[in-house]
């Protein structure tokens, strides 16, 4: 099956396969290299080859679509949901609403462990029927490769729920899909008196099983005051090595935990949240692959703090971007409103903002060699936009989808 894209207004993103870099960072991330008037061809879901228009001679195709007014871009990558869950929770919304803030709800045994009392009762069937339908509406939105953790489980059985469930939808979409594993994300309340307790089950008792059926592509860990800290986070990420793991933590979110850190030092894929961002997170960073991942989709509903983007970029490290999709502190993976947030909030120019959920988003699921760039060779899920005057435009049409055609 071949694809002819003609008359594409700006062909963004395009790299070629002897330049594909893994993140791009600091300066360059102002950057994206693009082609006025391109064509594009796809074989069967692979990009075949691109150029300009006056370069086009072969225009066998099954389909041939044409693009004139339009834009077509990579995909998102989003690196960060949550996407699979039982209920939402308007409810704690409406008490934060009041004056009731994230940690105090947690406190009260509502946030994490509300989601996990719901998943916990919910059958494995209606669990992936609805995550299924959440999945196309954010790829509907543009995103076209995902990051999905477990961590509403809390208990062996609830944990392996998720993951099967993440399984699933792997096998029954058209997009790339990772797993991570965060049974550490809090600790169930018959643990609370017995912390360490918590810890052993998920070390000798879930991780065996999530290796054991292949699982799991991340070990998560929420290191935070208040839920998983330094010591029990290095002991997590040292057993989920054991079984290959390499972590991709949630660090720094409400404290300055020294979860980026100690992320770095267990050589993390990312850290990601980065609210609380001084120069030691900055120094830890610099030198290492760690990438810094910033969710400002929940910065902005939780009404906390935003990441310090301008700093990191400034500092030259690389900033990826992604959703958080999750009932609590980000009920939406719209990608697209996301990059507005960054725009808008953290600064970040729209090529910067474009640059972090395309081919840094695709490094923080290491998938760079298929996702990110428009590169011959690269799978083919791509975003074919409404008539639109710029990429800029994008971020700026807040609150609307820029989607025309998703293609994959
Ligand atoms: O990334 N911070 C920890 N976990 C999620 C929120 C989970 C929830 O509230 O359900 C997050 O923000
Ligand atoms: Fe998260």
């Known amino acids: 099956m071949r694809t002819l894209i003609t008359n594409i207004n700006q062909l963004h993103q395009v790299t070629s396969n002897t330049t594909i870099p893994t993140t791009i960072a600091g300066a360059e991330m102002a950057y994206i290299p693009h082609i006025d008037n391109a064509w594009l061809a796809i ?13 086009l001679t072969d225009i066998n195709a099954d389909e041939i679509l044409d693009a004139t007014g339009r834009m077509v871009l990579p995909a998102w ?32 045994g509502g946030g994490i462990l509300n989601s ?20 196309h509406q954010v790829m509907a939105q543009g995103t076209g490769a ?8 809390l208990s062996t059985e609830g944990e392996l729920k998720m993951l099967r469930v993440i399984r699933r939808i792997k096998e029954n979409v058209q997009i790339p899909v990772k797993a991570s594993f965060l049974a550490a994300h809090a600790y169930p309340h018959e643990y609370k008196e017995n912390k360490q307790a918590y810890i052993q089950l998920i070390i000798d008792t879930m991780l065996p099983r999530v290796a054991g059926e292949g699982l799991a592509d991340y070990m998560d860990v929420f290191c935070e005051q208040g839920f998983f800290g330094i010591e029990e986070t290095e002991q997590l ?4 090595w054991k079984y290959g793991l390499k972590p991709k933590i949630h660090a ?44 400002p989709g929940a910065a902005f509903f939780l009404g906390i703090q935003y990441q310090p983007a301008r700093k990191i970029i400034d500092a030259g490290l690389p900033v990826c971007l992604a959703s958080d999709y999750n ?35 695709a490094a923080a699921m290491e998938l760079s060699e298929a996702m990110g760039t428009i590169t011959r060779g690269k799978k083919a899920n791509l975003i074919l936009t409404h008539k639109i005057p710029s990429l800029a435009y994008i971020p700026y049409d807040y609150g609307n989808n820029p989607v025309y055609r998703m293609l994959y």
């Open 146 to 153: 995902i990051e999905i953790k477990s961590g509403y489980g």
């Open 252 to 295: 720094n979110q409400l404290h300055y935990s020294g979860g980026v850190q100690v992320g770095v030092k267990h050589n993390a894929l990312s850290v990601d949240h980065l609210e609380c961002v001084g120069d030691a997170e900055i120094a830890a960073l610099k030198g290492s692959t760690t990438i810094p991942t910033l969710l």
């Open 77 to 108: 990558c989003d690196s960060h949901t949550h996407l699979v869950f039982a209920a939402p929770r308007e409810g704690e919304f409406v008490d934060r609403i009041k004056g009731v803030s994230y940690e105090e709800i947690a406190r009260r």
């Open 116 to 135: 996990a009392r719901k998943l916990n009762l919910m059958d494995e069937q209606q669990l992936y029927e609805q995550s299924m339908e959440r999945l």
């Open 237 to 240: 990420l040292e057993a989920g």
């Open 327 to 361: 009932p609590g502190s980000c009920p939406s993976g719209n990608v697209p409103l996301l990059l507005t947030i960054a725009c808008t909030q953290l600064k970040m120019t729209p090529e910067e903002a474009i640059n972090a959920v395309t081919i840094n988003g």
């Open 43 to 55: 074989e069967n879901g692979i990009i075949l080859d691109y150029g300009a228009m006056s370069s």
